[in-house]
């Protein structure tokens, strides 16, 4: 080949064109004309949308591992919130449970002070109030333990009631306390009066039927006697005044071969659960003395002539 016709032309990586200062210039001149238009006819605007949108996808996805941190701290924080405010809502109920039952214990105390106050009002003999403290330790015998003694004035046999009626009788008193023996106790008896019919009886402590029951004794098998009679004090004792509701009749058992009936009833008195009672004086404290007989009545009637 000939030398003539070879390309003695230099090779495009070495051939030389405009300066870099001519190229900074004419870069920083169009630079600066592109400025000054954004800024004041916003030519790079749309420019810039569009640029935005197709780089959105990319930023939403660089985001996300951050995004789900976030998510799953504030996951167990909120869990944890959760929890605490559950036990505190659980402790709330419970306190609110119990000043619900406190407040239902009050009401019902409330209405018992009430009827015993109203009580008090239609009593005519000296009375003092007082509060069951507990039941005695003895599990054979009915009786609780108030909470007035000597210091108080107590009286052996004095009655004692609640609003709804007689529930026992002072039986021992210490000095500032006393026990009670309620009517139910085996032991017990009180004369009382059939407000139907105007009998008079006596009725005792019996537990054969169940824990707090009364059994009407001595009563003819014919006598006039039906469930449902009103039972009161009768008064002929000298220890309970006349008129104070005792038991009512529930079940009258009468046989062919039994000379007395089995007549069964069920103290109106809270005997088992009084809290607040009203003690009486003895009804005998009351009675007067019987008066002195004159000695000279009989010698003077005996010898008089006619």
């Given at each position: 080949?000939?030398?003539?016709?070879?390309?003695?032309?230099?090779?495009?990586?070495?051939?030389?064109?405009?300066?870099?200062?001519?190229?900074?210039a004419?870069?920083?001149?169009l630079?600066?004309?592109?400025?000054?238009?954004?800024?004041?006819?916003?030519?790079?605007?749309?420019?810039?949308?569009?640029?935005?949108?197709?780089?959105y996808?990319?930023?939403w996805?660089?985001?996300?591992?951050v995004?789900?941190?976030?998510r799953?701290?504030?996951y167990?924080?909120?869990?944890?919130?959760?929890?605490?405010?559950?036990?505190?809502?659980?402790?709330?109920?419970?306190?609110?449970?119990?000043r619900?039952?406190?407040?239902?214990?009050?009401?019902?105390?409330?209405?018992?002070?009430?009827?015993l106050?109203?009580?008090?009002?239609?009593?005519?003999?000296?009375?003092?109030?007082?509060?069951?403290?507990?039941?005695?330790?003895?599990p054979?015998?009915?009786?609780?333990?108030?909470?007035?003694?000597?210091?108080?004035?107590?009286?052996?046999?004095?009655?004692?009631?609640?609003?709804?009626?007689?529930?026992?009788?002072v039986t021992?008193?210490?000095?500032?306390?006393?026990?009670?023996?309620?009517i139910?106790?085996?032991?017990?008896?009180?004369?009382?009066?059939?407000?139907?019919?105007?009998?008079?009886?006596?009725?005792?402590?019996?537990?054969?039927?169940?824990?707090?029951?009364?059994?009407?004794?001595?009563?003819?098998?014919?006598?006039?006697?039906?469930?449902?009679?009103?039972?009161?004090?009768?008064?002929?004792?000298?220890?309970?005044?006349?008129?104070?509701?005792?038991?009512?009749?529930?079940?009258?058992?009468?046989?062919?071969?039994?000379?007395?009936?089995?007549?069964y009833?069920?103290?109106?008195?809270?005997?088992?659960?009084?809290?607040?009672?009203?003690?009486?004086?003895?009804l005998?404290?009351?009675?007067?003395?019987?008066?002195?007989?004159d000695?000279?009545?009989?010698?003077?009637?005996?010898?008089?002539?006619?």
């Open positions: 080949m000939p030398l003539g016709t070879l390309d003695r032309d230099p090779p495009p990586f070495f051939r030389q064109g405009h300066s870099a200062l001519s190229k900074l004419v870069c920083s001149a630079a600066l004309l592109l400025m000054v238009s954004d800024a004041r006819f916003k030519v790079m605007q749309p420019l810039r949308v569009a640029l935005a949108a197709v780089l996808p990319v930023q996805l660089a985001l996300q591992p995004e789900g941190a976030g799953l701290g504030n167990f924080s909120t869990l944890a919130s959760a929890e605490t405010a559950q036990d505190e809502a659980r402790r709330k109920l419970s306190v609110q449970s119990q619900a039952n406190l407040v239902e214990q009050l009401d019902l105390e409330n209405q018992r002070l009430r009827k106050l109203d009580l008090s009002t239609r009593l005519s003999s000296e009375f003092r109030a007082a509060q069951v403290i507990y039941d005695a330790a003895d054979y015998t009915r009786k609780v333990i108030i909470d007035k003694g000597l210091a108080h004035r107590m009286v052996v046999g004095s009655p004692v009631l609640d609003e709804s009626g007689v529930i026992g009788q021992r008193i210490y000095p500032l306390v006393s026990e009670v023996t309620l139910t106790d085996r032991d017990h008896a009180i004369p009382v009066l059939n407000v139907r019919t105007g009998a008079r009886g006596v009725a005792f402590g019996d537990t054969s039927s169940h824990a707090d029951a009364l059994e009407l004794r001595y009563m003819a098998a014919n006598a006039d006697v039906a469930v449902g009679d009103l039972l009161t004090t009768s008064g002929v004792d000298g220890v309970y005044p006349p008129g104070l509701p005792v038991a009512r009749v529930e079940r009258v058992e009468r046989k062919v071969d039994a000379v007395f009936a089995r007549i009833c069920v103290p109106l008195g809270l005997v088992s659960g009084a809290e607040h009672v009203i003690v009486l004086d003895p005998g404290n009351k009675v007067p003395e019987r008066p002195p007989q000695a000279a009545a009989a010698p003077a009637g005996k010898g008089a002539k006619p």
